[in-house]
């Protein structure tokens, strides 16, 4: 085994860690954001930068070879694609009429926020209480 | 592709294995909030998310069991994904 | 139709299918030559429209541009990873509306793209020549509404 093929394989393991940490926290921030704009962030952002990074780290493991060229295409396709369908939904969401949730808005603040989120105590530390089975959207 | 060895005793296919199965948890969190997750938008960022996540799946069944064929269904499903999001937000 | 339009998407969809095909026997290179020519003579005016001149210079300061938007992504990351794993979740989301001076639809798009990846904002909608995005604080609803990113796309697209 030589010094290249080593390092090589370091860097791959580097990155697809790199990767999968952004895509564990994007996956974790959709489960766990209020409200349905917030969670647009983290799938937007986490996991574009997550899977592209787990493909970059690929292409440095297949090398120069076609498939590396079919893996570029790939990436390229997904950092065009991703922003554009989480325009798309926003865009479909806002014209429908779902309200972002406020901070301070006792009225919508529950109206939007997921029903399943027991785990989510850190975000009622200012004595708000919870309404559940409210207008679900 | 020689020279699969990482360290010592692990292998690169593992680590691209445990990758798979990283990704596969991730993508049943996502399933949570596909299910529960309150209205029809939710759902579709959750296909969304999902689907993108398979795409490195499929990519990394591709390199696991060395079949190349498995890119070509990855770049189909991305486009696939990418069509089915813009036309369910469409209509 | 316009010849040279169709040759250049021919030769660039031919190369595309070479290069995704990765056979060069003689039935997969005749099986490309023609499916290129079905696929160019179907789509060669949608390539290019309303690219406009000066082609060659945009492309360039897109390319000198990307490596800030990089840099960008990864801040973004880093800042909702930040969010969505520390317990008290700081966020305070809020719809803000700005006006751009951007005409042409690429630029429009590139910007809309660029806010969605930069850190904590995202593209909603655009009505007329008013964006409307929604920011998941209020620090970076502050830091677009600087509007710094709009000058960089403006000077790629040159139409500041």
């Not at chain 1, 787990?54 to 997904?78: C, N, P, R």
């Not at chain 3, 793209?113 to 020549?129: E, F, K, Q």
Request: some cysteine.
């Amino acid at each position: 085994m030589s010094d290249t093929t080593t390092i090589t394989n370091v860097l791959t393991v580097m990155f697809l860690l790199i990767g999968a940490f952004f895509m564990l926290a994007g996956t974790i921030g959709f489960v766990r954001f209020p409200d349905f704009y917030s969670r647009m962030h983290a799938t937007g952002k986490c996991d574009t930068l997550g899977e592209g990074l787990m493909l970059v780290a690929l292409i440095i493991y297949g090398g120069a070879t076609f498939v590396s060229v079919k893996i570029l295409f790939l990436i390229i396709f997904i950092l065009l694609a991703n922003p554009t369908s989480t325009h798309a939904i926003a865009k479909a969401a806002y014209d429908v009429g779902l309200e972002p949730w406020r901070k301070l808005d006792d009225e919508v603040v529950w109206l939007n926020a997921g029903n399943g989120d027991t785990d989510n105590t850190g975000n009622t530390s200012e004595g708000r209480t919870r309404e559940d089975g409210g207008e679900v959207r | 592709m020689a020279g699969t060895e990482l360290f010592g005793t692990i292998e690169m296919v593992d680590v691209f294995l445990a990758m798979a199965i990283t990704i596969v948890i991730a993508s049943f969190v996502s399933l949570y909030r596909g299910i529960e997750g309150p209205g029809i938008f939710n759902r579709i960022i959750a296909v969304n998310v999902i689907g993108t996540k398979t795409i490195v799946l499929l990519v990394l069944i591709g390199f696991i069991y060395e079949r190349p064929d498995f890119f070509d269904i990855a770049l189909l499903y991305a486009i696939l994904n990418f069509i089915m999001t813009i036309a369910a937000t469409r209509y | 139709m316009n010849i040279k339009h169709f040759i250049t998407t021919y030769i660039i969809v031919l190369a595309f299918w070479l290069l995704l095909s990765a056979h060069f026997d003689r039935f997969h290179v005749g099986a490309g030559i023609a499916c290129s020519g079905v696929v160019a003579y179907a789509s060669h005016d949608l390539l290019f429209t309303g690219t406009g001149n000066h082609g060659l210079t945009k492309t360039l300061r897109f390319i000198a541009y990307l490596p800030w938007l990089i840099y960008q992504i990864v801040l973004a990351n880093i800042d909702v990873a930040k969010r969505a794993l520390s317990p008290r979740m700081p966020i305070d989301p809020q719809v803000v509306t700005f006006k751009t001076m951007l005409k042409s639809d690429v630029a429009r798009t590139a910007l809309a793209n660029s806010i969605t990846l930069t850190p904590g904002t995202v593209t909603i909608d655009i009505v007329d020549d008013v964006f409307y995005v929604h920011a998941i604080a209020k620090e970076p609803a502050d830091d677009l509404l600087g509007g710094a990113m709009e000058r960089r796309i403006a000077h790629i697209f040159m139409e500041d």
